[in-house]
C-alpha cells in the first residue's frame, strides 16, 4: 500500500517532464489523481465532493456522456476517421472537464476515451474526475513562472500546514488564489477558447463575473457563495447539482425573485367594440455573480 502511495506521489508531482511518465491508460490517469483515501479524515468533504459535477465531469448532468460526437467520423470537425486515430487535442472539452488529461495523459488515454464513448462505458469514463488533487495539486498555483510549479508531495489550499498527516502529501502550503474567485475563473471560462484550431466555447461565466458582477459593484468571490461553510469548513458540494431538483428549485427560489405588474382594460378599437386587453410586466431579478443560465 505504502509503496502505491509513494508512486502516486511521484507521478502527480512531476507534470509531463518526460513522456514516458505520462499516463498510457485511463485507469492509469485515475490512480495518478486518485484522491480516495482523503476520504478517511476528511470524510464530510469527501461526500459533499462525490455528489458535486467535479466529481462526474465528463457525464455531468443525467449520466449523459457529452463528449460522443467527437469520438464519430464526421459529426465534428475534431472527429478522428476512428474512435483508434483519437490523441488529446481530439477533445478540446479536456482542457476544463479533465486538465490532468492535457498534462499528463498519453494520445492513448484519448484513444481508450474515445473507444469507451462509443461503447457507451460508462464504469470507464466515470472514474475521470477532477478528483482532490486536481484542484489542490495541479490548478493551485496560476503564476508558474513567479511562484513555481505546483510541487510533489505538497498539497496547496488557503492556509499552511507543516505538518499533514497524510503519507504522500505530507504538507499543505499556501496559495495565494484559494479565496479567490480566479482559483474557478481556470475552468469556468472567459468566452471562446480561440487558442484551439476551431475555436469551442462552453463555459463563459468568469467572463461575466468579471466584466459585469464586479464592475455594477459586485463584492462576493465564487467561493463565499458556493461554497459557505458547513460545520466550520467550506462545502465542496458547490451546488447546484443539476441532478438534485428539489435542491435546484430550492436554490432558484432563493436566486431568483419575480416582481409581476398586470394592467387589464377594454380598448375602444371602433363604436361599440371593445377589445379585451392586458399589460403584464415582468421582471425578474437574479441574485447570482454572473450571467444564468451560463453556457
Ligand atoms: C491521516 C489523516 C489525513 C489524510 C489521509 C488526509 N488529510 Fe488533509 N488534513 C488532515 C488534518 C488533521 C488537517 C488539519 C491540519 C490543521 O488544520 O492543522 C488536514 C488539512 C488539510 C488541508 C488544509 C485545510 C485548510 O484549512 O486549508 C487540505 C487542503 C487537505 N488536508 C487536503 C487533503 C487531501 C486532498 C487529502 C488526500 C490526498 C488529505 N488531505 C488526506 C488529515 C488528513
Ligand atoms: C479543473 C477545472 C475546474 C475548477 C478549478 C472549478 N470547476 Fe466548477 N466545474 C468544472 C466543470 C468541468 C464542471 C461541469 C461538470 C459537468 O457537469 O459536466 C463544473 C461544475 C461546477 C458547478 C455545477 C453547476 C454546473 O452548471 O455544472 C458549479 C456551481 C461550479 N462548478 C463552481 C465552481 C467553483 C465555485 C469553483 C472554484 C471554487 C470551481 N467550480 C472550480 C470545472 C472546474
Ligand atoms: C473553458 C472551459 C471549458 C471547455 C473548453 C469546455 N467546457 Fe463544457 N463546461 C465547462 C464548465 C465549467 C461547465 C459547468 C458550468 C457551466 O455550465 O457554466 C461545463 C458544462 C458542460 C456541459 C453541461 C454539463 C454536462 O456535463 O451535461 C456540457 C454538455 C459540456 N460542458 C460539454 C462540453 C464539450 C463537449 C466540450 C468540448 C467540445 C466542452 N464542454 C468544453 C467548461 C468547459
Ligand atoms: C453573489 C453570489 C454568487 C457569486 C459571486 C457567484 N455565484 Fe455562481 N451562482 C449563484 C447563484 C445564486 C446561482 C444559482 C442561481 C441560478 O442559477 O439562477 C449560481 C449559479 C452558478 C452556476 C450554474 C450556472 C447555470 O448555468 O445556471 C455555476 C457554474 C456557477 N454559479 C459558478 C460560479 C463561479 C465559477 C463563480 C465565480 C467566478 C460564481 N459562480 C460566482 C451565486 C453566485
Ligand atoms: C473544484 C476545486 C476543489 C476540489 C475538487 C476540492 N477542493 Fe478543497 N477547497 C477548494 C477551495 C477553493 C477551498 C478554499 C475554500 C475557502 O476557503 O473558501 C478548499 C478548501 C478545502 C479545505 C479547507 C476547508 C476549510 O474551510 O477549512 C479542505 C480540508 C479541503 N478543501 C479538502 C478537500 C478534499 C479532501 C477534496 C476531495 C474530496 C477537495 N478538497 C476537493 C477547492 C477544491
Same mark, same amino acid.
Given at each position: 500500500m505504502r509503496l502505491r502511495w509513494l508512486l502516486v506521489g511521484a507521478l502527480v508531482a512531476m507534470p509531463a517532464v518526460a513522456s *514516458? $511518465?505520462?499516463?498510457?491508460?485511463? %485507469?492509469?490517469?485515475?490512480?495518478?489523481?486518485?484522491?480516495?483515501? +482523503?476520504?478517511? &479524515? @476528511?470524510?464530510?468533504?469527501?461526500?459533499?465532493?462525490?455528489?458535486?459535477?467535479?466529481?462526474?465531469?465528463?457525464?455531468?448532468?443525467?449520466?449523459?456522456?457529452?463528449?460522443?460526437?467527437?469520438?464519430?467520423?464526421?459529426?465534428?470537425?475534431?472527429?478522428?476517421?476512428?474512435?483508434?486515430?483519437?490523441?488529446?487535442?481530439?477533445?478540446?472539452?479536456?482542457?476544463?472537464?479533465?486538465p490532468q488529461a492535457v498534462t499528463h495523459a498519453e494520445d492513448s488515454v484519448a484513444v481508450?476515451? *474515445? $473507444?469507451?464513448?462509443?461503447?457507451? %462505458?460508462?464504469?470507464?469514463?466515470?472514474?475521470?474526475?477532477?478528483? +482532490?488533487?486536481? &484542484? @489542490?495539486?495541479?490548478?493551485?498555483?496560476?503564476?508558474?513562472?513567479?511562484?513555481?510549479?505546483?510541487?510533489?508531495?505538497?498539497?496547496?489550499?488557503?492556509?499552511?500546514?507543516?505538518?499533514?498527516?497524510?503519507?504522500?502529501?505530507?504538507?499543505?502550503?499556501?496559495?495565494?488564489?484559494?479565496?479567490?474567485?480566479?482559483?474557478?475563473?481556470?475552468?469556468?471560462?472567459?468566452?471562446?477558447n480561440l487558442e484551439f484550431e476551431n475555436p469551442v466555447q462552453c463555459a463563459t461565466l468568469y467572463g461575466s463575473y468579471l466584466h459585469a458582477y464586479i464592475p455594477a459593484g459586485g463584492t462576493q468571490t465564487c467561493q463565499e457563495c458556493h461554497m459557505k461553510p458547513i460545520n466550520g469548513q467550506a462545502d465542496h458540494l458547490i451546488a447546484p447539482n443539476w441532478d438534485d431538483v428539489p435542491g435546484v428549485s430550492k436554490i432558484l427560489q432563493e436566486a431568483l425573485s419575480l416582481d409581476v405588474q398586470t394592467l387589464g382594460y377594454e380598448w375602444l378599437e371602433k363604436a361599440k367594440t371593445h377589445v379585451p386587453k392586458v399589460v403584464v410586466n415582468t421582471k425578474i431579478n437574479s441574485t447570482a455573480g454572473h450571467r444564468v443560465p451560463d453556457g
Open positions: *514516458a $511518465q505520462k499516463a498510457k491508460t485511463i %485507469d492509469e490517469l485515475a490512480q495518478m489523481f486518485d484522491s480516495s483515501r +482523503c476520504k478517511s &479524515c @476528511h470524510a464530510e468533504i469527501y461526500a459533499q465532493w462525490e455528489k458535486s459535477h467535479h466529481a462526474r465531469p465528463m457525464m455531468g448532468v443525467a449520466g449523459g456522456l457529452k463528449d460522443t460526437p467527437l469520438a464519430m467520423k464526421g459529426a465534428t470537425p475534431f472527429s478522428p476517421d476512428d474512435p483508434s486515430k483519437a490523441t488529446i487535442a481530439t477533445f478540446p472539452c479536456f482542457k476544463c472537464h479533465l481508450e476515451y *474515445a $473507444q469507451a464513448l462509443i461503447a457507451k %462505458d460508462k464504469a470507464k469514463i466515470g472514474k475521470l474526475q477532477i478528483t +482532490c488533487l486536481v &484542484c @489542490h495539486n495541479e490548478k493551485a498555483i496560476v503564476h508558474r513562472l513567479s511562484d513555481g510549479k505546483p510541487q510533489p508531495g505538497v498539497l496547496y489550499s488557503s492556509k499552511e500546514v507543516a505538518s499533514h498527516p497524510d503519507k504522500v502529501f505530507k504538507s499543505v502550503k499556501k496559495s495565494g488564489i484559494f479565496k479567490q474567485s480566479l482559483m474557478c475563473g481556470q475552468c469556468h471560462g472567459l468566452g471562446p
